[in-house]
C-alpha cells in the first residue's frame, strides 16, 4: 500500500507561483497530479514516469506548470507558474504502475491540498 502526502497549495495573487509537493510512502512509479472543484469531475492535470523521461499536461497548463521527480525523497512536484484563478482547485496526487492521463490509471491517491488564485 502506498500513502501520499501533498503539500504546498495555499493562497496566490494570479501571475504568482507556487510548488506543490508529494512525498510517497514508499517507491512509485508513474504518478500524476489531477485536481478537482466543487461539483466538476476530477480533471487531470500533469503525469511523469518512473525515470522522469516521460510527461504528459493538460493543454490547459501546458508551457506554465512542470511536473518532475527525485525518486532518492520518493517525492514528486508541480511547479506552478503564471498562475490564473480559473487553476483554483484541490490538487491531487496519484500514484501508479503505468503513466496515463485518466484517473483509471492511478490506484493510490492522496488528500489533496488547496490551490486559491485570486484575481
Known amino acids: 500500500q502506498v500513502q501520499l502526502v501533498e503539500s504546498g497549495g495555499g493562497l496566490v495573487q494570479a501571475g504568482g507561483s507556487l510548488r506543490l509537493s508529494c512525498a510517497a510512502s514508499?517507491?512509485?512509479?508513474?504518478m500524476g497530479w489531477f485536481r478537482q472543484t466543487p461539483g466538476k469531475e476530477r480533471e487531470f492535470v500533469a503525469a511523469i514516469n518512473w525515470s522522469g523521461g516521460t510527461t504528459y499536461y493538460a493543454d490547459s497548463v501546458k508551457g506554465r506548470f512542470t511536473i518532475s521527480r527525485d525518486n532518492a525523497k520518493n517525492t514528486v512536484y508541480l511547479q506552478m507558474n503564471s498562475l490564473k484563478p480559473e487553476d483554483t482547485a484541490v490538487y491531487v496526487c496519484?500514484?501508479?504502475?503505468?503513466?496515463?492521463?485518466?484517473?483509471?490509471?492511478?490506484?493510490?491517491w492522496g488528500q489533496g491540498t488547496q490551490v486559491t488564485v485570486s484575481s
Open positions: 496519484a500514484a501508479g504502475w503505468v503513466i496515463g492521463t485518466t484517473k483509471g490509471s492511478y490506484p493510490y
Open positions: 514508499g517507491r512509485t512509479f508513474s
